[in-house]
């Protein structure tokens, strides 16, 4: 089985109100590097009611978040945060309250999967306990690959929420605990994904361990405010012209987005999030990919499910 293995990158971030360095994109230019006032000014923080690009959902947002579009997004994710180029959004969600380049700052990270409409027949047969334990054989033979490429490992802590699906609103959160060697403090992922049509728009939090109570709290109000549009929601499926994806919901809990792949995942795609890092990138279809669909194989021949961030 053809596997491929990109590591993850990472670049940390230290910052205080005082300066931003090295804001300048060729670091060779003679410009003087931006503070932190100035490159917050710089970036458009959009209010209310949103339209995601491509009119695929709306952000209703309240008075305590704001939206920065795909450029802004990014403009923060990699100058602001000191993440690597690249990362296609549909734009951000931030907290209204909280600098984004303070140790206490957090935002949402959104995108959008369009695998075709995700059927969540397995939603109520998830043996949570036997899939962590699958995701962390899992992340143990990713950090093979890790270490050759000279990163730290990165192991899976556990569930800092267990996933829980609602089937009427075709909404599933959960959220995992992460810990890179070496690091003193444990990274959250908290994940939401909201089942449309085509697809599955993805919301990741981006925040340290010691935030998951306040983010587990206001991610409850990001779930709520976060809708697709009409003719693209989960009920507008049409069975006999619509794409049906090949994974359920144990899959995208498990890892994300390799189903465009191939059934067996010849790439497992990862966002995970630990601080004000953003570990975007590519990681081999691990075992525990195999046993996953193994298992949902045996369990219903006839129905093919599997799904970043990381």
């Known amino acids: 089985m053809r596997r491929i293995l990109t590591a993850l990158f990472c670049l940390s971030l230290s910052l205080t109100a005082a300066a931003l360095p090295a804001m300048a994109a060729d670091p060779a230019a003679s410009a003087p590097p931006q503070s932190a006032q100035q490159f917050l000014a710089a970036l458009t923080f959009r209010e209310g009611q949103i339209?995601?690009?491509?009119?695929?959902?709306t952000l209703d947002l309240p008075s305590s978040f704001r939206y920065l579009d795909p450029a802004d997004a990014e403009k923060l994710?990699?100058?602001?945060?000191?993440?690597?180029?690249?990362?296609?959004?549909?734009?951000?969600i931030v907290p209204a309250d909280v600098n984004p380049l303070s140790a206490a700052g957090w935002g949402v990270v959104v995108t959008y999967d369009k695998d075709g409409h995700v059927k969540d027949d397995d939603a109520d047969k998830i043996n949570y306990a036997?899939?962590?334990?699958?995701?962390?054989?899992?992340?143990?033979?990713?950090?093979?690959?890790?270490?050759?490429?000279?990163?730290?490992?990165?192991?899976?802590?556990?569930?800092?929420?267990?996933?829980?699906?609602?089937?009427?609103?075709?909404?599933?959160?959960?959220?995992?605990?992460?810990?890179?060697?070496?690091?003193?403090?444990?990274?959250?992922?908290?994940?939401?994904?909201?089942?449309?049509?085509?697809?599955?728009?993805v919301l990741n939090a981006v925040a340290g361990m010691d935030q998951i109570a306040q983010v587990k709290q206001e991610m409850k109000k990001v779930t709520a405010f976060t809708e697709f549009t009409p003719g693209n929601r989960y009920t507008d499926f049409n069975a006999g012209t619509d794409k049906v994806a090949e994974y359920g919901i144990a899959a995208?809990?498990?890892?994300?987005?390799?189903?465009?792949?191939?059934?067996?995942?010849?790439?497992?795609?990862?966002?995970?999030?630990?601080?004000?890092?953003?570990?975007?990138?590519?990681?081999?279809?691990g075992s525990w990919v195999y046993k996953l669909l193994g298992r949902k194989k045996e369990e219903k021949a006839a129905t093919v499910d599997l799904s970043k961030p990381e």
């Open 77 to 92: 994710i990699t100058d602001g945060w000191g993440n690597p180029p690249g990362a296609k959004t549909l734009g951000m």
């Open 130 to 201: 036997d899939l962590l334990k699958d995701m962390k054989e899992g992340m143990d033979e990713n950090n093979k690959a890790r270490k050759e490429q000279g990163y730290a490992a990165m192991s899976l802590v556990g569930w800092a929420e267990q996933p829980s699906y609602d089937k009427g609103q075709h909404k599933l959160y959960w959220a995992k605990e992460l810990h890179t060697d070496g690091s003193q403090e444990n990274g959250l992922n908290y994940n939401i994904r909201v089942l449309g049509r085509e697809g599955v728009l």
């Open 51 to 57: 339209k995601l690009p491509g009119d695929i959902a």
């Open 252 to 285: 995208l809990v498990a890892g994300g987005i390799a189903a465009k792949l191939g059934f067996f995942g010849k790439i497992f795609a990862l966002l995970l999030a630990f601080k004000k890092i953003i570990l975007i990138g590519l990681a081999a279809a």
